[in-house]
């Protein structure tokens, strides 16, 4: 097979073998069909272990049920929540699978149902069963469960989220200024993702300042426009706000939000500064604004009504990435499911206002253009991006990424040498990479257009990286099921992006990490403050030995490895300055 990208530098690699295993293992596969996935995207689905913990009974039972003990109805819906209901939704009404309602599956019967848990299909449902992740009476049991009434998990409204909240210290007990010599905008907060904590390291000296706990399978981090404030999101829907100022950097406040979340953020515009945080929830279906300096809950909404298109009810939209406008008063949210944007104006929350735009469905991830003022998210199952003015409050365009499953995380902007500023995001089903022309104003023939698609080294990226001053595009592709891909890192050179096949170098990260045992994947890329260094976190099992691998964007050389026994599954990464300035 010829690879996509023969062109490629193994300068920076340890020898020709890798080489030789990346084409040898097909993943820049000129001649690979289009339609043709490295089935990253698949296994790449939510898991509601939290909602999986909830006991539930038996739905009222009604003659001809089929026979299940509370115990097994008990452990089939944890194996539900856990593995099924990222797809098929909390109450089985559909998502990206089928709906599995009684009356659908009811009129396919048990034998059929069997089988399909067992042997999966063509459409993207895993073959359990013959996998061997779940065992013959496992899917036999879970045959049975979807025969009934689905459980209904409880509501998480505003007694359940007063009663979980902790002021632990009180905004006038807190400094009034800086208590400690911390360079706080080079400060980087590591998800330590089964450690459920997250590590504050020193973007200078490397150093771990503290390490905090937080919620279970702990997900992301960002920071109050000020800097002062940081939150981190759990996959239970705890927030942790901690206070940077503090002598010892330490949580002031938390909150329970839901059963399941995966999304934060906190008030930037201009005048409302750290006013306001806002989190979203996959259950429920909820988002919820909260006071900046104590996560008081303020305003609860429900994301529950009509799909964009069809409209249809749906029970259960899940809320995906939530940004924060710098144009207006206004907190931008992605309903997944019903596949609508929403601009939350803050400025009056007693009269809430929210426009509603019709976008796409399956919205997950996205971030800024350069200038801040254009939103671009993926709806990823839908392998589109759409593009939100958050100035004018509306749909800008909604472009084919022309690849499967685009997953920007918050995307990269780069001065392309040929359609100017441009947004980036790579694929989870395939190689390419998709370039977006952002500038209507300067470049307006390439504007809201695919200008270039770029081949990485294979599916299963996750992440796109570069900063202002880094002449450097990287890729990763933590999903990827060859190790030594997984293992690293490709960058593309800017300036060559004029040419019609830009070569990428691949940086081997795991290899550099001096990490042998386990496969550990080589996860998004986060710049430091000045932007002439970038950390890759080297994802391994909890049991085994993690680290980060700090790069030198000028030379492509190691620069440093961060190695500790409290850097336990580190994933995501948040420089303070350039998240809560939105540089990516
Ligand atoms: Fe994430 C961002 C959801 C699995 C690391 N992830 C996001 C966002 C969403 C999301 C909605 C955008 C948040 C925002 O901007 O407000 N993630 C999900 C899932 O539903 C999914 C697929 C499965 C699940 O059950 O949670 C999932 N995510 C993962 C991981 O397995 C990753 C790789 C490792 C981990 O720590 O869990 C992971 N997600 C991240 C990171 C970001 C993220 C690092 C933020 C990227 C950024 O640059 O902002």
Sequence with gaps: MKPRNARWHTALLSGAAMALSLAASGVSAQEKPKDHGDDASAAYQPSMTTLGQIQVEIPG?????????????????????????????????????KALTPDVTRENGFEYIKDFITYGSPAGMPNWGTSGDLTEEEVDMMARYILLEPA??????????????????????????????????NLFSVTLRDAGQIALIDGATYEILSVIDTGYAVHISRISASGRYLFVIGRDAKVNMIDLWMEEPATVAEIKVGTE?????????????????????????????????????LKIKSTRGMIFDEQTYHPEPRVAAILSSHFRPEFIVNVKETGKILLVDYSDIKSLK?????????????????????????????????????????????????????????????????????????????????IIGTDPEGHPEHAWKMVQQLYAMGGGSLFVKTHPTSEHLYVDAPLNPDAEVSGSVAVFKVADLAQEEPEFTVLPITEWSGIAEGQPRV??????????????????????????????????????????????????????????????
């Design 61 to 97: 039972r009604k003659p001809g049920d089929p026979v299940m003990t509370p115990s097994e109805y008990q452990k089939a819906n944890t194996i539900y929540f856990e593995r099924c209901a990222g797809c098929h939704g909390v109450l089985r009404k559909g998502a990206t699978g």
């Design 354 to 434: 929210v426009t509603e735009i019709e976008a796409e469905r399956f919205l997950h991830d996205g971030g800024l253009d350069s200038t801040k003022r254009y939103f671009l998210t993926a709806a990823n199952a839908r392998n589109k991006v759409a593009v939100i003015d958050t100035k004018e409050g509306d749909l800008e365009a909604i472009i084919e990424t022309d690849g499967q499953t685009p997953h920007p995380g918050r995307g990269a902007n780069i001065n392309h040498p040929t359609y100017g500023p441009v947004w980036v995001t790579s694929h989870l089903g395939d190689d390419t990479v998709a």
């Design 261 to 297: 979340a995966r999304s934060i953020e906190t008030s930037k515009m201009h005048g409302w500064e750290d006013k306001y945080a806002i989190a979203g929830s996959y259950w429920p279906p909820q988002y919820v604004i909260m006071d900046g300096d104590t996560l008081e809950p």
């Design 523 to 584: 996860v998004q890329g986060e710049f430091n403050k000045d932007g002439n260094e970038i950390w890759f976190s080297v994802w391994n099992a909890a049991d085994l030995e993690s680290a980060i691998v700090v790069v030198d964007d000028k030379t492509l050389e190691l620069k440093h490895v961060i190695k500790d026994e409290r850097l336990v599954t580190p994933t995501g990464k948040f420089n303070v300055y350039n998240t809560r300035a939105d540089v990516y």
């Design 152 to 185: 209904a998990p409880p509501e998480f409204g505003m007694p359940e989220m007063r009663a979980s909240w902790k002021v632990h210290v009180a905004p006038a007990d807190r400094p009034t200024k800086k208590m400690n010599d911390i360079d706080i905008d």
